[in-house]
């Protein structure tokens, strides 16, 4: 069945590392959007990408944060320098139609910068 | 921008019991409110959405009522099951910058007592 596919599942790394996160959204779909979830802040929108283009990463911090997409079946987000408070669970989620508005998510890249 | 708040936190029904979470919102502007179910391990999942031109809608066990005076909606759940306990998510959907930007709640951790 179709589902968006993250991978590392679970990444553990060191301060200072470059971590990078991989994305296959659900083949067809246009729109792909980051998300970060932690328990104080809940589920915020990081990076939003229509026809693989970056329309909004207003929430993503410029100076350690970049999200790309290469081709339409591979988004990328990349963290470098990663950093204690980058911990949480990055969700990517993509969707068919920006007027359809419903996200499918993946099931998440659980973060622990140490 | 968008602020969404959501109560309870944390909501203990017992099975067969109703359930209830409400939401607000801040901008009048917003026409869309979808509402996701979180399983452990799991990334969000639609359960029910509503357009800002409709007051109620159903499916099944699952209600939404929306009063866009108020600036407000409510997920409602009848006839509970263990299979309902789960984290749900409202959020709130505004057209910005030519697509749609969600911003969701804090979430509600429900839990079905059998």
């Known amino acids: 069945d179709a589902r968006v596919t993250q991978t590392p599942r679970h990444k553990v790394t060191e301060m200072g590392q470059e971590v990078t996160m991989r994305c296959q959204p659900i083949l067809g779909h246009n729109t792909v959007f980051w998300y970060r979830q932690t328990m104080m802040q809940g589920l915020e929108l990081l990076a939003y990408f229509r026809n693989r283009a970056p329309l909004d990463d207003s929430g993503m911090p410029k100076d350690r944060f970049s999200a790309e997409m290469p081709d339409a079946t591979l988004a990328t987000l990349k963290i470098q320098p990663s950093e204690p408070r980058d911990s949480a669970v990055y969700f990517c989620?993509?969707?068919?139609?920006?007027?359809?508005?419903?996200?499918?998510f993946g099931q998440g890249t659980r973060l622990t910068v140490v | 921008g968008e602020n969404v708040e959501q109560h309870p936190s944390t909501l203990s029904v017992q099975e067969g019991d109703s359930a209830v979470i409400k939401c607000t919102y801040s901008?009048?502007?917003?026409?869309?409110f979808p509402w996701y179910k979180q399983e452990l391990g799991k990334g969000p999942q639609l359960i029910i959405d509503i357009r800002s031109n409709v007051g109620e809608k159903k499916d099944q066990r699952i209600a939404v009522t929306l009063n866009k005076t108020a600036k407000h909606f409510s997920l409602h759940i009848t006839e509970t099951q263990p299979e309902d306990s789960a984290v749900y998510f409202c959020?709130?959907?505004?057209?910005?910058?030519?697509?749609?930007?969600?911003?969701f709640g804090i979430g509600t951790k429900l839990q079905v007592i059998p």
């Open positions: 959020a709130a959907s505004i057209s910005s910058g030519g697509y749609q930007k969600v911003t």
């Open positions: 989620a993509s969707g068919l139609d920006p007027d359809r508005n419903e996200a499918f």
């Open positions: 901008d009048s502007a917003s026409n869309y």
